[in-house]
């Protein structure tokens, strides 16, 4: 009996503002909050609260058969709490059907694991937490940033204590199979893979409203045949993609929401054919492969590497700065220095950065806030510099014993208002 089990990845960055080199040591706000607050607001009402609603109607129409799930960074969530409380509470609305499940990631959607595995441990259970008190679930299930994804990282979760993990079917390790089975790692022992089918997920994804794709225009009955067509060569279907596919990406016009509405009982109608959630697949299947991913890959561009985030002396020196400052960051004990440090670990501003041309260049391009990738170079170090130019005036502070002093030196206050009191910092 194949089973269909949807993913949604639900993410938004805290973005930066154009910090430029005038504002060090002048200047300790650095987010945009106005473009934050625009995008969330314009997404919410495009995506969120529409499909939330038509999510939960068809939880209810189908009488539970239809199961889903989702992976909800702790950055938008936070902005949920901050700009669009509404949201967050049709989030809980369909926790509540007992018919979603939520899964684990980094709270940050950062980079961590390849950086440092103690911040990675840090994310991952301040994000367990906030699923816990919002949605009343343990998470079993790890997803990693972007589908991020090795042999060690299989092992090193599988020690936290998951179940499971989401990843890319990745075709060139695959190597002819499919990934419509359930999978082991070759570094961990009881760990189960669920693998992304990348063609059938793209269909609605990225294909839907092409009009200049071969099987355009996409139908409800043309997509149940192609589900139909894993009977008796897997066991789940995985359709992994972006939550801003509905509305977003793919417009109401194009007829995404008409699709999604008639989708679920076309594929009950098949009496083989159910949805679960990715717990559910992991104890109602067993493993029939090994899948051996020696180096990292991801489901972003062509590559499915780390190429969108890594390919370029920007990205890779900027990131690499980031970390540089973890030791002390964690040593000074400020809170808000902390809350900065981790937001600067968000991948999107390393993806902003992305030099690559052609199709992939254009996806980066359609989600940065910048006017080039050399722009979201330049703010992100001239933000760096900053935040590098507080630690270090806090931490001399502190290693003199200077106590007072160094509780003077912040960043900003719990409400996000710049500290008055202040002095300004010298280069």
């Not at 059907?97 to 390849?114: A, D």
């Not at 092992?155 to 179940?163: N, P, R, S, T």
């Not at 690559?356 to 979201?376: I, Q, R």
């Amino acid at each position: 009996m194949p089973s269909v089990c949807f993913y949604f990845q639900v993410h938004q960055p805290f973005r930066i503002k154009d910090y430029s080199f005038f504002d060090i040591g002048q200047s300790h706000l650095y987010e945009d909050d106005k473009k934050n607050e625009e995008i969330l607001n314009k997404v919410a009402e495009k995506c969120y609260l529409k499909t939330n609603r038509k999510m939960l109607d068809l939880i209810h129409r189908h009488n539970g058969k239809f199961r889903i799930s989702y992976s909800i960074s702790g950055t938008a969530i936070e902005q949920f709490e901050k700009y669009r409380p509404d949201v967050l509470q049709s989030f809980i609305d369909l926790a509540n059907t007992g018919c979603v499940e939520f899964l684990s990631e980094t709270y940050s959607h950062s980079l961590s694991f390849i950086y440092s595995k103690d911040e990675f441990v840090r994310q991952v259970n301040k994000h367990a937490a906030m699923i816990k008190k919002y949605f009343n679930q343990v998470p079993k299930v790890f997803r990693n940033t972007e589908l991020i994804f090795n042999n060690e990282l299989a092992a090193f979760i599988e020690g936290m204590g998951y179940k499971g993990i989401i990843c890319e079917g990745v075709d060139r390790i695959l190597n002819g199979r499919t990934p419509n089975y359930l999978y082991n790692s070759v570094s961990g022992k009881n760990i189960k893979l669920l693998l992304k089918n990348y063609r059938l997920s793209d269909d609605i994804a990225f294909r839907f409203s092409d009009k200049g794709w071969a099987e355009f225009p996409l139908t409800v009955d043309k997509y149940k045949k192609w589900v139909y067509d894993v009977a008796g060569n897997g066991e789940t279907i995985n359709l992994f993609m972006d939550y801003e596919t509905f509305g977003e990406h793919q417009w109401e016009s194009t007829g995404i929401f008409d699709f999604l509405d008639h989708l679920p009982g076309a594929i009950l109608e098949h009496p083989d054919f159910n949805f679960k959630t990715p717990s559910e697949v992991i104890d109602a299947y067993p493993a029939r492969d090994t899948y051996d991913a020696h180096n990292f890959t991801s489901w972003a561009d062509m590559e499915r590497d780390l190429s969108a985030w890594l390919s370029n002396s920007m990205q890779k020196e900027s990131i690499k700065r980031i970390y540089s400052l973890e030791q002390d960051v964690k040593a000074c004990n400020d809170p808000d220095i902390l809350n900065v440090w981790e937001r600067l670990q968000t991948s999107d501003h390393y993806y902003y950065m992305c030099t690559k041309f052609w199709n992939d260049g254009d996806v980066h391009k359609y989600f940065s806030p910048f006017e080039s990738p050399y722009d979201a170079y330049m703010f992100f170090m001239n933000v760096f510099s900053d935040l590098e130019c507080v630690l270090k005036r806090k931490m001399a502070a502190l290693n003199t014993g200077d106590v007072e002093n160094a509780k003077r030196i912040r960043l900003q206050s719990n409400d996000g208002e710049l500290i008055k009191d202040q002095p300004a910092l010298s280069s």
